[in-house]
C-alpha cells in the first residue's frame, strides 16, 4: 500500500520561531490534508489542498501541494505555546474520501 | 450540537472477550470510517462505509467487523480480543465520498489484557 514519511519525526523551538515539516510518498496524491491532534482528542482537519502546486493559507499556517503531486509541506510562522501537539499529514488518491493513508505524525514542543 | 460520538472513553478487556465500539454521527454525513492509532504512528484504516448498508475493509481489517444499517451509526466489533488489538480507535464521518473534510471523534482507548 502507499507509505507517507513525514519529517521531522519530533520538533523543540523557542516560542515565535517559524516551524516547516513535510510529507513525502513514493506515489501520487490527488488531495493533501494537515490535521492537529491536541492531547486525548481526535484529530482536527486544519488545510486540504487539491491542486498540484496550490499554496493555502489559514492564519499562521500556510500548505502547499508538491507539484509532483507526492510532497506536501505545512509551515507554521511566529509559533505560540498553544501550537503545541502532534500534526499529521494526510494523503488520498481518488474519490474516497475517508481512504486517506497517514502519515506517522511530527511532535511539535514549544518552550515559552 | 455533538458531531461524531463515539463510546466508550475507555475499556479493559480480557484476551478472547469480544465488545462492540459505537459511533454515531448527527450531521447526516455520507461517509464514515474507523482508524486505529498506535504509538508514535499514524492513523491507520480499518473499516470504512461510503453509505448505509455499504461497508468495505481498510488497511488493518482483520479482527475487526463493522456494519451500517443505517446513516447516524458505524459500530465496530472485535470478535475476540487479542493483546495486539491494544490502541486508541477513531471513528471519522465525511459529508461526501468526494469530500475531504474528515471529522473525528474524541477516541475510545482500549486495553486488552
Known amino acids: 500500500g502507499q507509505q507517507l514519511n513525514q519529517s521531522p519525526q519530533s520538533m523543540f523551538i523557542q516560542e515565535g520561531e517559524d516551524v516547516s515539516m513535510n510529507c513525502t510518498s513514493s506515489?501520487?496524491?490527488?488531495?493533501w490534508l494537515w490535521y492537529k491532534q491536541d492531547p486525548g482528542e481526535g484529530p482536527v482537519l486544519l488545510i486540504a489542498?487539491?491542486?498540484?502546486?496550490e499554496l493555502t493559507s489559514n492564519g499562521r499556517l500556510t500548505a502547499q501541494f508538491g507539484i509532483t503531486r507526492k510532497d506536501s509541506f505545512l509551515n507554521i510562522s511566529a509559533s505560540i505555546p498553544s501550537d503545541v501537539g502532534i500534526y499529521f499529514c494526510?494523503?488520498?488518491?481518488?474519490?474516497?474520501?475517508?481512504?486517506?493513508?497517514f502519515g506517522d505524525g511530527t511532535t511539535l514542543t514549544v518552550k515559552p | 450540537n455533538a458531531g461524531v460520538t463515539q463510546t466508550p472513553k475507555f475499556q479493559v478487556l480480557k484476551t478472547g472477550q469480544s465488545m462492540t465500539l459505537q459511533c454515531a454521527q448527527d450531521?447526516?454525513?455520507?461517509?464514515m470510517s474507523w482508524y486505529r492509532q498506535d504509538p508514535g504512528m499514524g492513523l491507520r484504516l480499518i473499516h470504512y462505509?461510503?453509505?448505509?448498508?455499504?461497508?468495505d475493509q481498510g488497511e488493518v481489517p482483520n479482527g475487526y467487523n463493522v456494519s451500517r444499517s443505517t446513516t447516524e451509526d458505524f459500530p465496530l466489533r472485535l470478535l475476540s480480543a487479542a493483546p495486539s488489538q491494544t490502541s486508541v480507535y477513531f471513528c471519522?464521518?465525511?459529508?461526501?465520498?468526494?469530500?475531504?473534510?474528515?471529522?473525528f471523534g474524541e477516541g475510545s482507548w482500549l486495553t486488552v489484557v
Open positions: 506515489s501520487i496524491f490527488n488531495t
Open positions: 450531521m447526516n454525513h455520507e461517509y
Open positions: 489542498l487539491y491542486k498540484a502546486g
Open positions: 471519522a464521518s465525511s459529508p461526501t465520498r468526494w469530500e475531504g473534510t474528515i471529522y
Open positions: 462505509s461510503v453509505g448505509a448498508g455499504i461497508t
Open positions: 494526510a494523503g488520498q488518491l481518488g474519490t474516497n474520501a475517508g481512504k486517506s493513508t
